[in-house]
């Protein structure tokens, strides 16, 4: 199986997130990005349809944002 | 394991976001609770911390607002 994409910029609702996101679907099915450290990927994570983290982008390409913790906007600022 | 818990009132957001943890936490890991038919658990929704639907509530009482379809303030009506 394809791996989801979690995309963070490690907000406390990002790693409270992250954390239930990998004890349900598993640590080996997760690639992790933090958007703040890692910024050449946000451009991937617009393109990919994220709008604020946390978001999971699943294997089929669904974006599921998780509560909420930053817009994309804030997080590159 | 102790299931997860989805709770939705059959928008389109919730539906599509239901396939998609079904898809990525196995079927037999959730139970999907329909707010809209089955009104007498808003209370135990509300009670675990839900505020939107769609929504899952891990099995250690996390609740992961998944996009938004509807809020339960909504879903009362």
Redesign the interface.
């Known amino acids: 199986m394809t791996k ?1 994409v979690f995309y963070h910029a490690g907000c406390p609702v990002c790693v ?2 992250e954390e ?2 990998i ?3 598993g640590e080996e ?1 997760v690639e992790r990005i933090h958007l703040g450290e890692d910024r050449s990927k946000i451009e991937a994570a617009e393109r990919a349809g994220v709008q604020s983290v946390p978001a999971l982008v ?1 294997p ?1 390409g ?7 913790g930053a817009s994309l906007e804030d997080v590159k600022k």
Chains 1, 2 share one sequence.
């Open positions: 989801s409270s997130a239930d996101i004890s349900l679907i099915n699943t089929n669904n974006v599921l944002h998780i509560n909420f």
